[in-house]
C-alpha cells in the first residue's frame, strides 16, 4: 500500500477516541499519523525490512494498549497509537504487492521481511500492488471518517493526503518508467544507495526471467 493510505490508516486508529476520551484525540492522531508513517522511512535503506516489524510492533502494541486502557494519559496513548499504527502497516504490508520495480507484474515473492522467523512474508496482493485504484479507494474510504471527525490542522493532513494519493496512483505506472533512466544518469557515488531494484541491468534481469 502506498504512504497515504498507511498515514490515513494510523490515524483512522486514533478515531475510536473522539468517543471515549475527545481531549487525548489530538495526541492519538499524531501518534498513529507517525506509526502510519515511520515504517516506510526504510524506503532506501533495506525497504520493508530495516523498520518493519510485523511481529514485534504487534506485540508491544498488546501491553501499551493495555497501559492506556488502565491508565489514559497523553504519554501512554501516545505510545499505543504509534505501536498500533506502525503494526497495522507492517501487517498490512503482506496483503499487498512484493518488492519490486512494476510489482503488478508479480513477481517478487518478497512482502515483508519477518524478523521472528528471519524470512521474508510473501504477497497476498489483496491490494494488488502500491498506488492501484483499489489502493487509492482504500484512502478515500478512510479519509471520509477522519474529514467527518477531526478538526483544523487534522483535516489539512488528511487532504494533504488525499492528494498526494491520487496524483500517485494517476502516475504510479510513469513513475515505474522514468525510475531507471532516472537511476541510470545518477553518478557512481550516489547509485550505489539506489535499491537495486530501480537499477536497470537489474530489472532487465528480473523482466527477462519473467518472460
Ligand atoms: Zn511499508
Not at 510485523?54 to 489514559?72: E, G, I, R
Not at 518478497?110 to 484512502?139: N, T
Not at 547509485?191 to 537489474?202: A, I, M, N, S, T
Amino acid at each position: 500500500m502506498m504512504l497515504p493510505t498507511h498515514a490515513l490508516a494510523g490515524m483512522a486508529l486514533a478515531l475510536p477516541l473522539f468517543a471515549v476520551a475527545p481531549e487525548l484525540a489530538p495526541v492519538g492522531l499524531v501518534a498513529g499519523l507517525l506509526g502510519g508513517i515511520v515504517p516506510d522511512l526504510d524506503m532506501y535503506a533495506g525497504h520493508r525490512k530495516t523498520l518493519h516489524y510485523p511481529v514485534y510492533y504487534s506485540v508491544a502494541a498488546v501491553p501499551a494498549t493495555l497501559s492506556a486502557l488502565v491508565f489514559p494519559s497523553a504519554a501512554t496513548v501516545a505510545a499505543t497509537l504509534f505501536l498500533l499504527g506502525a503494526a497495522l502497516h507492517c501487517v498490512s504490508d503482506v496483503f499487498g504487492s512484493g518488492l519490486e520495480l512494476r510489482p503488478w507484474e508479480g513477481n517478487s515473492t518478497r512482502a515483508v521481511y519477518d524478523h521472528f522467523r528471519g524470512r521474508w512474508i510473501a504477497p497476498r496482493r489483496l491490494i494488488r500492488y502500491d498506488g492501484s485504484p483499489e489502493d487509492l479507494l482504500l484512502s478515500v474510504g478512510l479519509a471520509l471518517p477522519l474529514i467527518y471527525a477531526v478538526g483544523a490542522p487534522f483535516q489539512g493532513v488528511v487532504i494533504a493526503a488525499l492528494a498526494v494519493a491520487v496524483a500517485y496512483t494517476l502516475l504510479r505506472r510513469t513513475l515505474a518508467e522514468l525510475a531507471p533512466v532516472v537511476a541510470n544518469l545518477l553518478p557512481a557515488a550516489v547509485r550505489q544507495y539506489v535499491p537495486d531494484r530501480y537499477l536497470p541491468e537489474v530489472d532487465a534481469a528480473v523482466s527477462r526471467r519473467s518472460r
